[in-house]
């Protein structure tokens, strides 16, 4: 008699399949919402900065370096070519004006003034000359003159007694004819000597004149000759200290050649160097700050150089104030630069994670201080320490404001201690 089998209704094969179906629904479940969830990284917050946003005085400025120079600097040029022949002081050297630094020669100049002294003794001769002849021509002249004068008196005193006779019919009509005739001749020859004597004297007058101008222009162009004899000796313009002296003896220095400089010691200015990012917010007036032997300093801008070298451009700055006591040329400030009036400001602290966010967004903390999510945030100026957040973030607000380069693309992070 057969036996009825009763069949199975869990078999391998069944339970097999259904167990591999419910792996692949739970896989593709879990990566449904691990995708579709935010992206979480555990981080030891004792490897990351962790900031409080606080509101307080913010002002912008910016870090840029100073070399000390003093206020004003001459340059020594050589106004004369020549050889270095004497050398009176050393590089460093505190200068009083028109102290004698070094000595020059050059035997063309010094032949060019020789000869020179020699056209002006020589025209200066040539003058006395001239005028001792013609002081002696006018006095030829004047004896002359007293000659003519003379007779012209005679000839009258005789016209005038012959006269008297004639009308008394002493004497005859021919002598009395003569003696006129005598008395206009010797008037008419005096008018010619005074005319002459006045010609003469007039053109001795002109040829000195023209030769004492001769003379002066002579004398000009000698002491300006021996101006430039005497600037073979190099002196000092103004007090001061001697430096960057390039001169040795034996060498020879062309016309206009640098030859050294000297710094006015009564005070210092700061010579800046600042990116040209910022040219058109850099004018005369803007101060900047630096710290010296422990204690703040203000500067102002006075000049701004507005050409562009190497991607930077250059402002002189003096002290307003107290200048630092033991602060020497060639010094090297630190100096924070102003470019805004101080103001109040939410305050963000500079830090590494800027590289990566470009300040569009940073890691803010829930209250807990548990989880630091992304948030967008909008910043504005900066100062070497903060930057000035303008919408995102408020007072209180606690930050990750270290380096985020090891956080990918991570939307959250899990804060907790080791």
Do not use: C
Not at 189 to 197: A, F, G
């Amino acid at each position: 008699m057969d036996r009825v089998i009763e069949k199975k209704k869990w078999s391998a094969k069944r339970i097999l399949t259904i167990a591999g179906i419910t792996g692949l629904v739970a896989l593709i479940g879990g990566s449904y919402f691990a995708t579709s969830g935010n992206s979480r990284l555990n981080v030891d917050t004792e490897r990351i900065t962790i900031t409080e946003i606080k509101k307080g005085i913010f002002q912008e400025n910016i870090p840029v370096n100073g070399i000390v120079l003093p206020v004003s600097t001459i340059y020594l040029d050589a106004t004369e070519g020549g050889r270095v022949e004497e050398k009176f002081v050393e590089d460093g050297a505190i200068m009083k004006k028109d102290q004698p630094i070094l000595r020059l020669s050059n035997t063309d100049l010094e032949l060019s003034l020789s000869n020179q002294e020699t056209q002006v003794f020589n025209v200066l001769t040539q003058m006395q000359i001239s005028k001792n002849n013609a002081d002696q021509n006018t006095i030829t002249r004047l004896n002359q003159m007293a000659e003519v004068d003379n007779a012209a008196k005679e000839a009258e005193r005789v016209y005038t007694v012959n006269k008297k006779l004639y009308d008394q019919k002493a004497i005859g009509l021919q002598e009395y004819k003569s003696s006129q005739n005598l008395m206009e001749y010797q008037a008419t020859r005096k008018k010619l000597t005074v005319d002459i004597l006045r010609k003469d004297s007039i053109s001795n007058r002109q040829q000195l004149s023209q030769m004492q101008q001769s003379y002066e222009r002579m004398q000009n162009a000698l002491q300006l000759m021996r101006k430039k004899v005497g600037d073979l000796v190099v002196r000092a313009p103004v007090d001061g200290q001697l430096t960057s002296l390039d001169a040795e003896i034996g060498q020879s220095k062309n016309k206009g050649e640098r030859l050294g400089q000297i710094d006015v010691l009564s005070g210092y200015k700061v010579r800046v160097d600042v990116d040209e990012h910022y040219i058109s917010r850099i004018f005369t007036g803007l101060k900047g700050t630096f710290n010296y032997a422990g204690k703040d300093y203000l500067l102002t801008i006075k000049k701004v150089y507005t050409q562009v070298t190497n991607g930077r451009f250059q402002v002189d700055m003096e002290f307003a104030g107290e200048v630092p006591k033991g602060i020497r040329r060639g010094q090297t400030l630190q100096i924070r630069l102003a470019l805004s009036d101080e103001k109040q400001a939410i305050l963000l602290a500079k830090g590494g994670f800027y590289q990566q966010t470009g300040g569009n967004w940073i890691f803010k903390l829930n209250d807990a201080g548990t989880m630091a999510y992304k948030v967008d945030i909008q910043l504005g100026m900066q100062s070497p320490d903060n930057y000035e957040v303008l919408s995102g973030l408020q007072p209180g607000d606690k930050v990750v404001t270290s380096s985020y380069e090891n956080y990918g693309n991570m939307q959250e992070l899990v804060l907790k201690k080791q």
